[in-house]
C-alpha cells in the first residue's frame, strides 16, 4: 500500500517516455507536475521521497498551509494552478514560482501590485478556455493575444507560456483539438515580439490526457489522480464558475 504512489510515479513516467518518443520529443523536455490538492501529506512524502520535486496547488489557502510544511525539502517548487481570486494574491505571490491561470488583466495588475510592494517578479502563464465550455475559467481563444499584449504591460511579471485545461469526457479527437489550439496561439503570440513574453512553456494534459497533450506539444503535464487515487472533493469545487450542483 505505502509504495502505491512510488509504483503510480513508475508507470507515469514511464508513459511519458512512451509519449515522447512517439512524437520524437526529448524526455528532458516534458515537466511532470503532481496536481496535490486535497492529497494528504503522507503521500507528498511518498512522491518527494521517489524523487519527485515540482507539486502545484489549487487554492492560496491550501498552499499556505502546506508550503510551511514541506520545508525540510529544499529542491521543491510549488506552482498555482488553480482559479485564483485578485483579493487571494499575497500567499501565491509568497510561495508559488509560476502562476498558471492569470485569465484577467485584472488579476495581472493584482498580482503586479502585490510584487511591487514585495520588490519581486514572478512567472506566469495565461490559462485559455480552449474547450469554450461555459463552466470553465480561462481567457477565450480569440481574445487571449489581446490579454498577453496587455499583461506584458506590466514589467513585474513575465509570460512563460498558455495553460488549458482540455474537453473532458470528450473523444481523443476533441481532446487533441484543444491542445491544437493552445500550440496554435503560442505560434502567433510568439511572432509578436511583446516585451517579456517568452511563450516556450505550454501547460496542459491531466491524468486522463497527458499522452496526447505531450504529442502535441506539452512542456508541463499536470497529474493528480493516477498518481494519488481518487479525491474526495469533485474537481467542480475547483474549476467552475458556478456550481450548479
Ligand atoms: C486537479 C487538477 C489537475 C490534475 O487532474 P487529474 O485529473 O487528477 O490528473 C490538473 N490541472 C488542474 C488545473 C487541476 O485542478
Redesign the pocket.
Known sequence: MSHLVEENLKAVRQQMALACQISGRKAEDVKL?L?T?TVPLDKLHMAINAGETLF?E?KAQELGDKYPLMQQYNQLQWHF??HLQSNKVKDVVKYATLV??VDRLRLGEALHKQLLKENKTMDILVQVNTSYEASKFGASPELTLELVEQLSHYETLTIKGL?T?GKLNATIEETRSCFRLLKTLQAQIKEKGFPRVAMDEL?MG???D?EIAIEEGATII???????GE?YLP?RQ??QKQSNA
Open positions: 507536475l496536481a490538492k502545484g489549487n494552478i488553480g498558471h491561470s495553460m485545461i501547460s491531466m491524468s486522463g497527458f499536470r497529474v493528480g489522480t493516477t498518481v494519488f479525491r474537481d475547483y474549476w
